[in-house]
C-alpha cells in the first residue's frame, strides 16, 4: 500500500473520530472549507519551521514547546475570530433576510416562492447568510416547510438567534397568513439590537482584548 494511501486512510480515520467531529464543527462555523485531517496537517508544516528557530534560541524542550504553543493558539485565534466573523455578519444579515422576504411576500409570493427568491437576491457579499438561506431552499425541496427550513438551517446556534425569529415569524405567516410588513418591524427591532450590542461592546473592548491576550501570550510561552 502506498504512502498516499496510508496517509488518506489516517486522515480519513482522524476526521471520523471524535476529535476530529469537533473540529469539523469549528471549522464548519468559521468557514473554512477544509477537512480536520488537512488542518492539523497545515499546523504541523507550520510548526516544523518554527520549532527549528525556537530550539535554536531556548534548547530543544523548551523551543518545542513554545513552537507547538504558538501554532496552537493561533490556530485557535483563527478559528474564533473566523468564526465570530460568521456569527456577526449572520446576525446583521437576519434583518437584511427579513426585509427581503417581506418585500416578496408584499409582492404577492407564498412562502416558498418567497423564501427561494429572498435567498437568489442576497448580495454576493453576504456569504455566510447566502449559505443559510441556500440550505433552507434545499430543504424546502425536501417537503420541509419554509419557516421550518429555514430553522433548520440554523439549527439553533446561539449567534443565529436573529434568524431563528425570522424563521419564527416565516413558520407563522406560512401557517396563518399576516401582514407582511411584520417583517419590516422585525427587521427594525433586530437594527435596534445589534446597535445596542455594538454600544455594549465598545464600552468593554478593553476587557476583552485583555481576555482573548493573556491566554494567547500563556499559549506561546508554554505556560
Same mark, same amino acid.
Given at each position: 500500500?502506498?504512502? *498516499?494511501?496510508?496517509?488518506?486512510?489516517?486522515?480519513?480515520?482522524?476526521?471520523?473520530?471524535?476529535?476530529?467531529?469537533?473540529?469539523?464543527?469549528?471549522?464548519?462555523?468559521?468557514?473554512?472549507? !477544509? %477537512?480536520?485531517?488537512?488542518?492539523?496537517? @497545515?499546523?504541523?508544516? &507550520?510548526?516544523?519551521? $518554527?520549532?527549528?528557530? %525556537?530550539?535554536?534560541?531556548?534548547?530543544?524542550?523548551?523551543? &518545542?514547546?513554545?513552537?507547538?504553543?504558538? =501554532?496552537?493558539?493561533?490556530?485557535?485565534?483563527?478559528? #474564533?475570530?473566523?468564526?465570530?466573523? #460568521?456569527?456577526?455578519?449572520?446576525?446583521?444579515?437576519?434583518?437584511? &433576510?427579513?426585509?427581503? $422576504?417581506?418585500? /416578496?411576500?408584499?409582492?404577492?409570493?407564498?412562502?416558498?416562492?418567497?423564501?427561494?427568491?429572498?435567498?437568489?437576491?442576497?448580495?454576493? !457579499? /453576504?456569504?455566510?447568510?447566502?449559505?443559510?438561506? @441556500?440550505?433552507?431552499?434545499?430543504? %424546502? !425541496?425536501? @417537503?420541509?416547510?419554509?419557516?421550518?427550513?429555514?430553522?433548520?438551517?440554523? /439549527? +439553533?446556534?446561539?449567534?443565529?438567534?436573529?434568524?431563528?425569529? =425570522?424563521?419564527?415569524?416565516?413558520?407563522?405567516? +406560512?401557517?396563518?397568513?399576516?401582514?407582511?410588513?411584520?417583517?419590516? *418591524?422585525?427587521?427594525?427591532?433586530?437594527?435596534?439590537?445589534?446597535? %445596542?450590542?455594538?454600544?455594549?461592546?465598545? &464600552?468593554?473592548?478593553? !476587557?476583552?482584548?485583555?481576555?482573548?491576550? =493573556?491566554?494567547?501570550?500563556? +499559549? =506561546?510561552?508554554?505556560?
Amino acid at each position: 500500500m502506498s504512502r *498516499r494511501r496510508l496517509g488518506a486512510r489516517a486522515g480519513a480515520a482522524y476526521d471520523r473520530s471524535r476529535s476530529g467531529r469537533r473540529l469539523a464543527v469549528r471549522l464548519e462555523r468559521a468557514m473554512i472549507d !477544509t %477537512t480536520p485531517a488537512r488542518w492539523r496537517l @497545515g499546523q504541523l508544516l &507550520l510548526a516544523v519551521p $518554527l520549532a527549528m528557530l %525556537t530550539t535554536a534560541g531556548f534548547g530543544a524542550s523548551a523551543g &518545542l514547546v513554545i513552537a507547538a504553543g504558538a =501554532v496552537r493558539t493561533a490556530g485557535h485565534l483563527a478559528l #474564533r475570530v473566523r468564526a465570530g466573523r #460568521r456569527a456577526d455578519a449572520l446576525e446583521r444579515g437576519a434583518a437584511l &433576510l427579513a426585509r427581503c $422576504l417581506g418585500a /416578496e411576500l408584499a409582492a404577492g409570493a407564498c412562502a416558498e416562492d418567497a423564501l427561494a427568491a429572498a435567498a437568489v437576491s442576497l448580495p454576493v !457579499t /453576504e456569504r455566510a447568510l447566502r449559505a443559510v438561506a @441556500g440550505a433552507a431552499v434545499l430543504r %424546502t !425541496t425536501l @417537503g420541509e416547510s419554509p419557516g421550518a427550513a429555514l430553522a433548520g438551517a440554523v /439549527e +439553533g446556534r446561539l449567534e443565529d438567534r436573529g434568524l431563528a425569529a =425570522v424563521a419564527a415569524l416565516l413558520s407563522l405567516h +406560512g401557517r396563518a397568513g399576516g401582514n407582511p410588513a411584520s417583517f419590516d *418591524r422585525l427587521a427594525a427591532a433586530l437594527d435596534a439590537a445589534i446597535a %445596542t450590542r455594538d454600544e455594549a461592546r465598545a &464600552l468593554t473592548a478593553e !476587557t476583552r482584548l485583555a481576555a482573548v491576550a =493573556v491566554p494567547a501570550l500563556a +499559549g =506561546v510561552l508554554g505556560i
